[in-house]
């Protein structure tokens, strides 16, 4: 549909729709190729949004159910598993320091980010706090176990975190979550989590090395 002129105000550019949702540039332009965000065309190709429809828009969209969450949580679980399964610790510098049996329990310390995510959502403030502080605790001691420094610890880490924040974009895409808001308040819990585990590691590598 070519956008016609209206009132100032009425259309939105591209990148006014992202800055006011919070997304990404090329996120919205695939929502509104895919047709799950409304759009219009000038007649020079240009997307244009109608305010009055974004609106609408946003009011039918609820935020997703925590039991959705929690599905989409542990089907997350089974693509982590593949995907550290799959490729990419062999190049890891870290990775290849440690013996079979650490680079198990390394693999094993990464799907068990994901239950320990699924515990922070469902938990009250002070157990929120316990459980990122525990999970950073588990990978600080899993390092100095098996000879990891600081640094190669951290990278461990990130690693894993990695794995875990693809996996649950990748659930979402799958699930057809189009929801703004629920993409937003994923990432920030995400973002919660994952920086309160890499604190609490740091603090337990800082603790070993005081008491030397």
Same mark, same amino acid.
């Given at each position: 549909?070519?956008?016609?002129?209206?009132?100032?105000? #009425?259309?939105?550019?591209?990148?006014?729709?992202?800055?006011?949702?919070?997304?990404?540039?090329?996120?919205?332009?695939?929502?509104? /190729?895919?047709?799950?965000?409304?759009?219009?065309?000038?007649?020079?190709?240009?997307?244009?949004?109608?305010?009055?429809?974004?609106?609408?828009?946003? =009011?039918?969209?609820?935020?997703?159910? =925590?039991?959705?969450?929690?599905?989409?949580?542990?089907?997350?679980?089974?693509?982590?598993?593949?995907?550290?399964?799959?490729?990419?610790?062999?190049?890891?510098?870290?990775?290849?320091?440690?013996?079979?049996?650490?680079? #198990? #329990?390394?693999?094993?310390?990464?799907?068990?980010?994901?239950?320990?995510?699924?515990? !922070?959502?469902?938990?009250? /403030?002070?157990?929120?706090?316990?459980?990122?502080?525990?999970?950073?605790? /588990?990978?600080?001691?899993?390092?100095?176990?098996?000879?990891?420094?600081?640094?190669?610890?951290?990278?461990?880490?990130? !690693? !894993?975190?990695?794995?875990?924040? /693809?996996?649950?974009?990748?659930?979402?895409?799958?699930?057809?979550?189009?929801?703004?808001?629920?993409? =937003?308040?994923?990432?920030?819990?995400?973002?919660? !989590?994952?920086?309160?585990?890499?604190?609490?590691?740091?603090?337990?590598?800082?603790?070993? #090395?005081?008491?030397?």
């Amino acid at each position: 549909m070519i956008a016609p002129k209206g009132r100032e105000g #009425e259309w939105l550019t591209l990148s006014q729709v992202a800055k006011a949702l919070g997304m990404h540039p090329s996120t919205i332009r695939i929502w509104a /190729d895919k047709g799950h965000l409304p759009s219009h065309r000038t007649r020079g190709g240009h997307r244009r949004f109608r305010k009055q429809e974004l609106e609408l828009w946003a =009011k039918s969209r609820q935020r997703i159910p =925590k039991k959705v969450s929690s599905s989409l949580l542990r089907s997350a679980l089974a693509h982590t598993r593949l995907q550290i399964s799959e490729g990419g610790l062999e190049t890891e510098n870290w990775y290849a320091k440690i013996d079979q049996n650490a680079r #198990e #329990e390394f693999r094993r310390s990464g799907r068990k980010l994901v239950h320990s995510l699924l515990n !922070f959502l469902v938990a009250n /403030d002070e157990k929120k706090q316990a459980e990122a502080h525990a999970a950073g605790h /588990d990978y600080a001691v899993l390092g100095r176990r098996h000879g990891l420094s600081l640094i190669e610890a951290t990278q461990a880490y990130l !690693f !894993f975190r990695a794995a875990l924040q /693809d996996a649950l974009f990748t659930a979402y895409e799958t699930a057809a979550i189009h929801s703004a808001p629920a993409w =937003k308040e994923m990432g920030k819990k995400i973002e919660a !989590f994952t920086n309160q585990v890499l604190v609490s590691l740091l603090e337990t590598y800082h603790s070993f #090395e005081s008491k030397k």
